[in-house]
Antibody, heavy 118, light 110 residues
């Protein structure tokens, strides 16, 4: 079965750091770009990062550039999101999503909640 | 403020046909394909339509998509109670160099 499963969410203080992981299975992981998409409570979807299949190229919007880093370990079929200098507005459910083509995410995990609060 | 614009709500009765619209610009919908996502209450989003009008395997043909210029639409025929949830459009944006989403449309089946 094709699936992805996020972990690593939790409560963190403003200015703190957190590392999310996403374990993938059921498909040739290194052949696909992977993404992180977040959803603040009661709000819509926001793309926060993407990485190519090889890991050689990464893409982040200005809202998180310099604070978030996306990476992957193709030997372990795992995607990561390192988040630092966290702010209250980063509070959201973070989804790992497999990319089939630009802006088309065909496999989503259940999400992991990140809460930034003192 | 979302880059793509959707009406915040839509409603219909069982068996009815409804459409949800998505408006963008030349840098996103005008030059790239549109995808639609369905998010049922308490669940993760699911890809519903890709490449403007293609359905992934397992998506019923009650769901259809179209695009014209800088706007796109999702149509749901034979509306069912289990279709109630949030629907999002998305497209690549050439100026922002990343995917952008609409703010979502909450569908209520009366």
């Amino acid at each position: 079965e094709v699936q992805v499963l996020e972990s690593g969410g939790g409560l963190v203080q403003p200015g703190g750091s957190l590392r999310l992981s996403c374990a993938a299975s059921g498909f040739p992981f290194s052949s696909y770009a992977m993404n992180w998409v977040r959803q603040a409570p009661g709000k819509g979807l926001q793309w926060v990062s993407a990485i190519s299949g090889s890991g050689g190229a990464t893409f982040l919007p200005d809202s998180v550039k310099g604070r978030f880093t996306i990476s992957r370990d193709n030997s372990k079929n795992t995607l990561f999101l390192q988040m630092s200098s966290l702010r209250a507005e980063d509070t959201a459910v973070y989804y790992c999503a497999k990319g089939s083509e630009p802006a088309a995410f065909d496999i989503w995990g259940p999400g992991t909640m990140v809460t930034v609060s003192s | 403020q979302s880059v793509l614009t959707q009406s915040p709500s839509a409603s219909g009765t069982p068996g009815q046909r409804i459409t949800i619209s998505c408006s963008g610009s030349s840098s996103n919908i005008g030059s790239n394909t549109v995808n639609w996502y369905q998010q049922l209450p308490g669940t993760a989003p699911k890809l519903l339509i890709y490449d403007n009008n293609q359905r992934p395997s397992g998506v019923p043909d009650r769901f259809s998509g179209s695009k014209s210029g800088t706007s796109a639409s999702l149509a749901i025929s034979w509306l069912r109670s289990e279709d109630e949830g949030d629907y999002y459009c998305a497209a690549w944006d050439d100026s922002l160099k990343g995917p952008v989403f609409g703010g979502g449309t909450k569908l209520t089946v009366l």
